[in-house]
């Protein structure tokens, strides 16, 4: 590993175009917002910008699902705006990281609209068509925004597949011109200058070539179509290729977005000599949370285990090791704010515990995102009224748990709503303590968290020890000590519930990295730990070794005699 790639030095951040700066006063964040911001996240120290779906779109799925993959959705504002973006990036030494959604297309691009039609034009193959079987659907499918999997279309007698909305067919990979057009498509995005891809889903787009019902959760009409559909057999000669046609010769960035992965479809898809993608982002950790009832899925309120935590972890550092890269994330906009969820978002543990998981996910392996406002702490939206929400796969959700299964009472979903929606992440980038956080002159497209006045970049600036200073020096850590990149994985007492430590191994020197998970004092004795080992990085002001006091993070430099 002594020759790292760019990317796998370099720290990602992603902006929720939507929510982080709106430039013309029309409550939605847009390019010109985002150009606006360029020198604060120079500031940051970050290397590339992950921007979310910008494409011409509906917004049925906030741009998930994309109507013209080649222009600019005008909310957002016009393909010059994306080109001055793009150079005034570039010339900030930042680099430009599109979301690409290929799964599937908006039912309004061009391209639906055709195949939709009859079963004979040239557009009829791009998307899954099936047959009704006795008068209904094919499978049993269950799509992952709730219902049914398929929607029949009249005018040709079939039904189309959709893993999400009812608006987001699945495009038909098994016909050799759809990938053609996605060739094309994202190569024209190279040629404009972009320096890489996330790729929604990515690993859904091998369809099984026979359809068959799946099992139901208890008690419920239809079978999570993730495991049905996801790692199919043609995904690694479908990603070989897009690397053949649209990636090779341009020292891209590329990540897949891969629910459901195991390691093993990790070292394929991200393999560091496979030619697919240059790392995945697995979901484990993500769903350590989840309700243990199947049928209530990703929904409940409890808090993760530490154990639990660390067990993933380690399971995703050492299974790549050597073999594929990981990416590193706490947040993104599917997700809810990590101080609030695996931290403690209390004002006396904020930022103590922000910097905390900080540090844990910083110094693993691996290349690490941030997403907009964790630099800053940004907390969970704490909203209380259905109405307040407007994801959809929240409104889904709680129609189908709540009102159609009465699975759940309502006010019992209300806290998992609270808990773990996805417009937790979503609501606007907090700036200053002016009127809607700087975010907007107008009314914000979705609100802006009430502790917008006390949590906010203005006030983490003017601090000498805030949150956002941390992320500062971690980043530049990644930056000037190559072990940060290249050091192999060792995790120390596994069963410890209360502290995470590990450490990273190059040779003869190491990393020690040591967290306090929560807001007790702890007494840990680290035996291979010398005196003078260098003190890197800290979230407390003097280091008292083995006592750990609340949500305390350290990494320690040294170097073994043996
Ligand atoms: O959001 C989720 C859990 O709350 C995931 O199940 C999510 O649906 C899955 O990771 C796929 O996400 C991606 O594709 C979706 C889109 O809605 C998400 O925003 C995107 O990240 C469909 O395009
Ligand atoms: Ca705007």
Known sequence: MADSQWWQQAVVYQIYPRSFQDSNGDGIGDLVGITQRLDYLKQLGVDVLWLNPIYRSPGV?????ISDYEDINPEFGTMADFERLLTQAHQRGLKIMMDMVVNHSSDQHPWFIESAKSRDNPYSDYYIWRDPVDGHAPTNWGSFFSGSAWTYVPARKQYYLHSFAVEQPDLNWENSDLRQAIYDMMSGWVAKGVDGFRLDVINLISKPTGFVDGQPNPGEPYADIGPIIANGHRLSEFLQALNTNVFAGHDLITVGETPAATIADAQQSAGLTTHELNMVFE????????????????????PVKLVDLKQSLSKWQTGLQGMAWNSLYWNNHDQPRIVSRFGNDSPQYREK?????????????????LYEGEEIGMTNANFTQLSDYQDLESLNAYHHLVDEEQRVPAAKMMTYLAKMSRDNARTPMQWDASINAGFTTGQPWLAVNANYTNINVEQ??????????????????????????TGAYQLLDADDDAVYAYLRVTGDQRLLVVCNFTDQVQQRDYADLPTDAALLISNY?????AVLRPYEAKIYEFTTEN
């Open 61 to 65: 799925d906030n741009g998930y699902d």
């Open 283 to 302: 979901f484990e950790h993500m769903g350590l949370d989840g309700n243990p009832d199947p049928a209530m899925g990703k929904w409940d309120d409890q």
């Open 353 to 369: 515990s922000a910097m905390m998981l900080a540090t844990m996910l910083h110094g693993l392996q691996g290349t690490p995102y």
């Open 460 to 485: 983490a600036l003017a601090q000498p020890k805030s949150v956002f200073t941390y992320y500062q020096r971690l980043i530049r850590l990644r930056h000037d000590v190559p072990i940060f990149t």
């Open 541 to 545: 002001e003097d280091d008292q070794r």
